[in-house]
């Protein structure tokens, strides 16, 4: 009886032992998944080794499965990637991860994630997951983040001096500054709250999508490489893009409330340059500015030359001149009926009026 006894409790201690050298996994479809992965379960059992997860320094392809709970994830110290997208979670906490560089987790319905130890992080894709917060201060080497469809405030990228690309549109975030990213390259921040965007230290920006905010103002001063830019419905009044020299540039600022567009430049400007032969400018989209009546270029002959030019739209109420003065707004709209009566008035009025100015 003795012997069987002691037999007994030495069979619940080695299960006890086996037991803890195994990752605890309470759900059953992240088990599944990382059983069927062999370069984890390298001894094809019913389950995952504390030995094997702290091995393991591959991906995980986690993504649309049904999973609710990532219980287990934190002894993978070593793993990567993670794509755990497209699934039933609600909080993630990769602070365990030490070596994680690329993280999908969008199509959830998260709120909450940490990421506090996760200084390798490269890439981060969380959209469409319900997100209000993101501290993102412990990321110094993230370059990529995909955020768009939450329901952020706020975004802080201070501690991320090395973003490169970032997509955060589809918020409710109210003011944007880049003072600490001087790489940054693509910025798309459409259809949020904007009020504020200050992208002066961001020299190296190409590609600007703000659209769909409620931008009263945007200096483009410091942003000598922008060739894409998108300010369309806004509510921006001036806006001057004699920084931009991209021989292939882009500009739509459709729909907002200008009252001045500023294309000229010289050398250090070549939207319109007559003696190059060619507009630098391959789309021009401006339309839907009733206040806008007078567009200032190098060339307004070449300039209004759609031969020229490439995608060139404007307002009815608006044309090309090389000196354009901004009027009060009452003068612009008194301007835009009268124009809009004497046709002929319309071609002449800006010259006439530069003659004037001068004296003559």
Not at 166 to 179: A, D, H, V
Not at 214 to 236: K, R, V
Request: contains cysteine; aromatic residues 8%; proline residues 2%.
């Amino acid at each position: 009886m003795h012997k069987s006894v002691l037999v007994a409790i030495s069979l619940i201690l080695f299960s006890i032992v086996l037991q803890a050298q195994n990752v605890y996994i309470p759900d059953t479809a992240f088990k599944d998944a990382l059983l069927a992965k062999r370069a984890i379960n390298l001894n094809s059992d019913d389950e995952i080794q504390l030995s094997e997860a702290d091995s393991y320094s591959g991906g995980l392809d986690l993504s649309d499965r049904g999973i609710k709970y990532l219980t287990g994830i934190e002894e993978f110290t070593m793993c990567e990637s993670i794509d755990c997208g497209s699934n039933l979670l609600t909080n993630l906490d990769f602070s365990g991860n030490l070596g994680l560089k690329d993280l999908e987790c969008g199509l959830n319905q998260l709120s909450s994630i940490n990421l506090t130890n996760n200084d390798s992080l490269r890439y981060l894709s969380c959209g469409s997951s319900g997100l209000s917060e993101l501290d993102l201060s412990g990321n110094t080497m993230l370059t990529t983040l995909y955020c768009s469809k939450n329901e952020l405030t706020s975004l802080d990228l201070s501690n991320n001096p090395l973003m490169d690309r970032l997509f955060c549109g589809y918020n409710s975030i109210t003011s944007l500054e880049f003072p600490n990213n001087p790489i940054l390259n693509l910025v798309e921040c459409w259809n949020n709250f904007l009020t504020s965007l200050d992208i002066s230290n961001n020299p190296e920006l190409t590609i600007l999508g703000c659209y769909y905010n409620s931008l009263t103002s945007l200096d483009l001063t410091n942003n000598i490489n922008l060739y894409n830019l998108d300010c369309g419905s806004n509510q921006i009044t001036s806006l001057d893009l004699t920084s931009i020299v991209s021989d292939n540039a882009q500009i739509r600022c459709d729909s907002n409330q200008l009252t001045s567009l500023n294309l000229s430049g010289g050398y250090s400007c070549r939207l319109v340059r007559s003696d190059t032969a060619r507009c630098t400018a391959v789309t021009l989209h401006a339309l839907d500015n009733p206040y806008l009546m007078c567009i200032q270029v190098d060339d307004s002959s070449w300039a209004a030359d759609t031969s020229k030019c490439g995608v060139w739209l404007i307002g009815s109420t608006a044309h090309y001149s090389e000196s354009c003065t901004v009027l009060a707004l009452e003068d612009q709209l008194f301007q835009i009926h009268f124009l809009h009566r004497i046709p002929f008035f319309k071609s002449h009025f800006y010259k006439m009026g530069s003659s004037l100015r001068q004296g003559n």
